[in-house]
C-alpha cells in the first residue's frame, strides 16, 4: 500500500516594535501595523497560499531566561519585572535542548490585525529561536565561544562556556564605537583573551563592513555563513534574522 505524503504549510512572521515581515515560500513582504493597504494584502495572501500554520517569532518582547530546573510557572509575572515594563500576554518557550525557559510578553495581536485563525498561530521568542539556532553549531569544548548578531541601531551578544551557554544581551547602540565600547565591556567581564578568543559574526554583510573592521582592529574575528540567516531591509534599517525552515538541531 502507498504511503500518503502529508505536507504543511508553514509560515513565519518576524514581529518586531514598527513593523512585521511575513515570510512564505516565495512570499516575502513586510508592512507597520497601520499599512490600510499592504495589510488586506497579506491577509489575503495567507489565506489564497493555504497556509496551514502561521510561526510568530517576537523580536519586540524582551526575554526572561530561567534554568527549566528552577522555573517555576506560578511566577512567570516576576520573571518578567526584572527587565520589561511590558507585560501583556505572556508567552513561554522551552528550549530544544530542554535546559532553558523562556518568559515574553506577546505584545501586538497579529491574528486580529491579519484576521488570521488564533489556533493556526504558533509563538517563539527571538531568544530561544537564537538559542536553538547556536546551540547547534557552537563548538568550543575548551573555552569560550562569543557569538554577535548586528542590526541597525543594535546588536545581540550571546556567550557559551565550554559548550554551555552563560550570557546573552541586547544593547542599543548609535554607531560602531558605541558597539566596540560594549561588546569589549562584557569580553573584558568574561575575562576573554584577545589574542586566543575570537568574536564569531551571525553572517555577515557588506552594510556592517565597518562593524567588522573595527572589531577586527582589537580581536580575532570569524562569520558564520550559511542559508538560516539573512537581512530585512524595512524603511532603509536592517534588521538581522534567522530563517525558521533552514535551521538544523
Known amino acids: ?31 507597520s501595523y497601520t499599512d490600510k493597504v499592504k495589510l488586506p494584502e497579506i491577509s489575503k495572501n495567507i489565506k489564497n ?28 509575572i516576576k520573571y518578567l519585572e526584572t527587565n520589561t515594563d511590558s507585560i501583556n500576554n505572556i508567552g513561554e ?3 530544544a535542548d530542554q535546559k532553558i525557559t523562556v518568559v515574553y510578553s506577546k505584545n501586538k495581536d497579529l491574528s486580529k490585525i491579519l484576521d488570521i485563525d488564533k489556533q493556526t498561530i504558533t509563538h517563539l521568542n527571538h531568544f530561544t529561536q537564537l538559542y536553538d539556532y547556536l546551540n547547534g553549531v557552537v563548538n568550543n569544548p575548551d573555552g569560550l565561544s562569543f557569538f554577535i548578531k548586528l542590526s541597525s541601531g543594535s546588536f545581540e551578544i ?4 565550554k559548550n554551555e551557554f552563560v550570557f546573552f544581551n541586547t544593547f542599543d547602540i548609535v554607531d560602531e564605537n558605541e558597539f566596540l565600547y560594549y561588546t569589549f565591556f562584557v569580553l573584558k ?10 568574536i564569531i559574526f551571525i553572517g555577515k554583510h ?43 538541531y
Open 206 to 248: 557588506e552594510i556592517f563592513d565597518k562593524f567588522y573592521n573595527l572589531a577586527s582592529k582589537y580581536s580575532r574575528i570569524d562569520f558564520i555563513e550559511d542559508d538560516a540567516h539573512s537581512i530585512l531591509n524595512f524603511e532603509e534599517k536592517f534588521f538581522s534574522v534567522i530563517n525558521a525552515n533552514n535551521i538544523r
Open 189 to 198: 567581564n568574561f575575562q576573554s583573551s584577545i589574542k586566543k578568543d575570537k
Open 93 to 95: 518557550d522551552v528550549s
Open 158 to 161: 550571546m556567550i557559551f562556556n
Open 49 to 76: 497560499l493555504s497556509v496551514d500554520s502561521v510561526e510568530v517569532i517576537h523580536f519586540n518582547s524582551a526575554p526572561s531566561i530561567i534554568p527549566v530546573k528552577f522555573y517555576e510557572r506560578d511566577f512567570k
Open 1 to 31: 500500500m502507498q504511503k500518503t505524503e502529508i505536507k504543511i504549510s508553514k509560515a513565519s512572521i518576524y514581529q518586531f516594535e514598527s513593523f512585521f515581515h511575513l515570510n512564505f515560500l516565495n512570499e516575502s513582504i513586510s508592512s
